[in-house]
T-cell receptor, first 112, second 113 residues
Framework: KAGVTQTPRYLIKTRGQQVTLSCSPISGHRSVSWYQQTPGQGLQFLFEYFSETQRNKGNFPGRFSGRQFSNSRSEMNVSTLELGDSALYLC???????????FGPGTRLTVT | AQSVTQLDSQVPVFEEAPVELRCNYSSSVSVYLFWYVQYPNQGLQLLLKYLSGSTLVKSINGFEAEFNKSQTSFHLRKPSVHISDTAEYFCAVSDGATNKLIFGTGTLLAVQP
């Protein structure tokens, strides 16, 4: 099976802009989770989607949002970008009742 | 609330020496425990998992971890490391009710020749 794919791999944006990141899970996986990784805060959970519904949410401001499509692909959006949003954004997918998450290579977002 | 502590931010070790990366967790409910490895400029790879059953779990590349409920630990060990094991290792916990993972701050394993 193909692994989790994320596009784009690298992105440079300016403060105040918005950005959309995409994640395609492993075939058959219906759960998609998003994480932010920064040197200062480490790995932090953003949200999880399952069957097009947000099932869980971390402690991030409303500027961070996501959605999931019927084919389980997911997107996350960050509006009004701030310098502190510079991070590696990781997407992970999981099969039903397996509890293991498989991560994609990440999208490196730089906000200038 | 759940939390994970990885006390060592960096562990230098010589090639072929044994290594232990420590992980302690805090949780009021039953937990699932994981070790992930991250190589430079890559995502996370699942190394080991404890869900239930035998408290000693092993990976295909020689790592093992033991779940100790009384000490709330899930330390990662390898009897003989290779240069290629150089990476950052993250311990994570989940309550199993959702797929939300709580990660430790990571331990950089630096294997020297």
């Amino acid at each position: 099976k193909a692994g989790v794919t994320q596009t784009p791999r690298y992105l440079i944006k300016t403060r105040g802009q918005q950005v959309t990141l995409s994640c395609s899970p492993i075939s058959g996986h219906r759960s998609v989770s998003w994480y932010q990784q920064t040197p200062g805060q480490g790995l932090q959970f953003l949200f999880e989607y399952f069957s097009e519904t947000q099932r869980n949410k971390g402690n991030f401001p409303g500027r961070f949002s996501g959605r999931q499509f019927s084919n389980s692909r997911s997107e996350m959006n960050v509006s009004t970008l701030e310098l502190g949003d510079s991070a590696l954004y990781l997407c992970a997918s999981s099969g039903d009742r397996t509890y293991e998450q498989y991560f994609g290579p990440g999208t490196r977002l730089t906000v200038t | 609330a759940q939390s994970v502590t990885q006390l060592d931010s960096q562990v230098p070790v010589f090639e072929e020496a044994p290594v232990e990366l420590r992980c302690n967790y805090s949780s009021s409910v039953s937990v699932y425990l994981f070790w992930y490895v991250q190589y430079p400029n890559q995502g996370l790879q699942l190394l080991l998992k404890y869900l239930s059953g035998s408290t000693l779990v092993k990976s295909i590349n020689g790592f093992e971890a033991e779940f100790n409920k009384s000490q709330t630990s899930f330390h990662l060990r390898k009897p003989s490391v290779h240069i290629s094991d150089t990476a950052e290792y993250f311990c994570a916990v989940s309550d199993g009710a959702t797929n939300k993972l709580i990660f430790g701050t990571g331990t950089l394993l630096a294997v020297q020749p």
